[in-house]
């Protein structure tokens, strides 16, 4: 069974940065595409970005382009999200997620039904 793990989030203010980490267990076979979402109060959950198996291919939401990076390690287990020059409007409860198992690298997954795995969150307040 796959269990996703958040960690790093936490009350920063406007213009810091913060990394937070996904560490995935039980990828036993196939490839998983991973990705990061975040909903805040009241809201629907919103992908943020993703990354595909082999981490060639990724993808950012528009309000996060070019301050947010998204990365996993080689062993494809711990998948990173950058997050540079925040802004209160990022204020969210991040969630990580793993795609279903492929036998190849599929690429990216950018709509919410196509993630099987979820974790729990992690929170992250940005304060002006």
């Known amino acids: 069974q796959v269990f996703l793990a958040e960690s790093g989030g936490g009350m920063v203010q406007a213009g810091d940065s913060l990394r937070l980490s996904c560490a995935a267990s039980g990828f036993t076979s196939g490839n998983h595409a991973m990705g990061w979402f975040r909903q805040a109060p009241g809201k629907e959950r919103d992908i943020v970005a993703a990354i595909s198996w082999s981490g060639g291919n990724t993808y950012y939401a528009d309000s996060v382009k070019e301050r947010f990076s998204i990365s996993r390690d080689n062993a494809r287990t711990t998948v990173y999200l950058q997050m540079d020059s925040l802004k209160p409007e990022d204020t969210a409860v991040y969630y990580c997620?793993?795609?279903?198992?492929?036998?190849?690298?599929?690429?990216?997954?950018?709509?919410?039904?196509?993630?099987?795995?979820w974790g729990l969150g992690t929170q992250v307040t940005v304060s002006s």
């Open positions: 997620a793993a795609g279903p198992p492929s036998p190849m690298d599929s690429g990216i997954i950018i709509h919410i039904s196509g993630y099987k795995y």
